[in-house]
């Protein structure tokens, strides 16, 4: 039997992420539109991408108003905030780091609740966790920072914390320790990235 998604992840992660959107806005002379747009597209991003390409419409933010409403007022409250007390660069990799923890969790428990394949399931995850940022960044003319060497082990992360969840959800744990798990290790595999500079091998030429 599959259950309705947890209201709290929802939440978590659409707050964080709007939250993430107005910090990575620090700096570029955005006015408090702009930085209203990509609150919204980074908490969304992800969510509007996997649900497209999953055939599930129509995008989870659309079913109701407070999703929405979460975003713009928690993006609102962050702009306000981060104006008179500017957070350190190392706060944004947190925030970032919370975010694609509980993107992925979200995006993979969709996959398993649709019954798609295991390996569909990490993958709308490793969306879910990744694509939101990747627009964000886009549109304020950036290199992703999924793509970035500097960034350590983003993407990668994301897939393995995936893996683990639907590893556990084969093994018949239960739904809440397998999101608690899996999002754990999303989370402490980007901060370790960010404390001992993981990341993969670069491709580059001789």
Known sequence: MNLPPPLFLDHLGVAVGAMSGVLAARGKQIDLFGVLVLAVVTAFGGATVRDILA??????????????????????????????????????????????????????????????SAPVCVLLGVITGVAGGILRDVLMREVPVVFRHEIHLYATAALIGSALCVGLRAAGVSEMITLFAGGGLVLLLRLAGIYWKLSLPLFESR
């Open 55 to 116: 055939g599930d419409l129509p995008v989870v933010w659309l079913r109701g108003p407070w999703l929405l409403v979460n975003a713009t007022v928690t993006g609102l409250l962050t702009f306000i905030v981060a104006r008179w007390h500017e957070p350190p660069r190392r706060a944004f990799l947190v925030v970032d780091a919370v975010v694609l923890a509980a993107f992925a969790m979200i995006g993979t428990r969709k996959g398993l609740t649709l019954g798609f």
